[in-house]
């Protein structure tokens, strides 16, 4: 199972060519080309030829910090292309996970049952695992914002005047430290916010999110209470040849880089630091930057996100659903926090689970749910990363809400 980059972009590609036009840009004109970043998780299983992609998304913004408080799980935090299709992927996991439990006699071609002797040992449960023929990787038609991306950034540069540092929101002013796209943009190796010239937001950047994606897996924490971390890392990130830069990446994500802190660090739980190789493609995605037509003056940004997996196909707009008002509960997407947690409550209800139903439910809200001990193991590694790797993280919080059914 050694798929090449450009067998992996496909994949992705042409599971997104094959959407209606609802989930993506407006077609080109004389007057613009709009463009948005891809993302999909991929798995290539052991005897079959062909990756498949499980999940993709696109989108590139971010919720500003003013509006968390008042998103409440039902409005995502951040819709990078990246995010969606790791949110998408867990949307899909948790599927798997109802469908086996509902009914055990159909297999699954990604996860499975989990035998009594290898549940975890701290909280006796993740009674469900990703084959060990499976392997996961993931594409990206741009280079993931923050750190990874730098070195292209400078040299896009007309004017290579980094941007000044911008006025603090009041819930920033603690870590000054914390910078956005642009800002002092020779700072190489640190974590970043979302890029954004007129955003405050605390929103980390894609490549810090990715590199921490190396140590508590693609797993999410609800899923975390069901699937074993073990076989859920990447394998690889794959991106065009234009939006590779080895230094770049190497420090970013590589275990000789800013990751190079975790390199010996053992955690329980299945949870270990699994950096990824990072492949290139030769193929571009159609909707890129790069691919603007001549005949189209303006390169303008789509707001149009799209979350999709083989359970799911949604286009959301400001990290909700299109068409939906802004405080509509019915406007929250399948990948948003409530939904996912009331999809995980489901899975378990399946499963027979009344300890962990009674954990979920007598707790006040989700970030005291998350500090609970069903969470330590996963909690202690996020805690160790953000200590010695990925300093100065500041946590987006504010967005805590009451897990309610739907």
């Not at 052991?46 to 409440?72: F, N, R, W, Y």
């Not at 009041?170 to 700072?187: C, V, Y």
Request: net charge positive; proline share 6%; charged share 25%.
């Amino acid at each position: 199972m050694n798929p090449t980059g450009d067998e992996i972009a496909k994949s992705v590609l042409e599971t997104y060519d094959s959407l209606a036009q609802k989930y993506k840009p407006v077609k080109s004109n004389a007057d613009f080309f709009q463009w948005v970043p891809l993302s999909g998780i991929v798995a290539v299983r052991a005897g079959h030829q062909k990756p498949e992609c499980l999940s993709l998304g696109t989108g590139m913004k971010c919720l500003p910090i003013d509006q968390v408080a008042q998103a409440k799980g039902s409005v995502l935090h951040d819709w990078h292309a990246e995010i969606v299709a790791i949110r998408a992927f867990n949307h899909y996991l948790l599927q798997e996970c109802l469908e086996l439990a509902l009914s055990p006699e159909k297999p699954s071609p990604i996860i499975q049952r989990r035998e009594s002797h290898e549940m975890t040992k701290s909280h006796g449960f993740q009674p469900f695992s990703i084959r060990e023929d499976v392997q996961l990787h993931m594409y990206s038609s741009e280079a993931p914002c923050g750190d990874a991306s730098m070195e292209l950034l400078m040299e896009a540069q007309v004017d290579a005047t980094p941007w000044p540092v911008a006025k603090l929101h009041p819930a920033t002013k603690k870590l000054p430290n914390l910078l956005r796209g642009r800002e002092s943009f020779a700072e190489l190796g640190i974590v970043r916010r979302k890029p954004g010239a007129d955003l405050t937001t605390l929103s980390k950047s894609c490549s810090d999110k990715l590199a921490l994606k190396q140590c508590t897996s693609l797993l999410s924490s609800y899923t975390s209470l069901l699937v074993n971390p073990g076989n859920a890392y990447l394998h690889s990130l794959v991106l065009p040849e234009t939006q590779y830069v080895a230094k770049a990446c190497d420090r970013s994500f590589g275990p000789s880089g800013r990751m190079k802190a975790v390199n010996d660090h053992g955690w329980s739980g299945g949870y270990a630091f699994h950096p990824f190789d990072v492949r290139t493609t030769r193929h571009e995605f159609v909707y890129s930057r790069r691919s603007k037509p001549a005949t189209s003056k303006e390169l303008r940004t789509s707001n149009i996100a799209a979350a999709v997996n083989p359970y799911l196909q949604e286009a959301l707009i400001l990290g909700r659903l299109q068409g939906r008002k802004k405080l509509d509960p019915k406007g929250a997407s399948a990948i948003s926090s409530k939904r996912m947690w009331n999809l995980t409550i489901q899975v378990l209800a399946a499963l027979g689970t009344p300890r962990l139903l009674q954990t979920i439910s007598q707790s006040s809200n989700v970030r005291i749910l998350k500090d609970s001990t069903a969470f330590e193991d996963r909690q202690k590694v996020k805690d160790d990363v953000r200590a010695v790797a990925l300093k100065a993280w500041m946590r987006n919080d504010g967005g805590d809400f009451v897990i309610e059914p739907d």
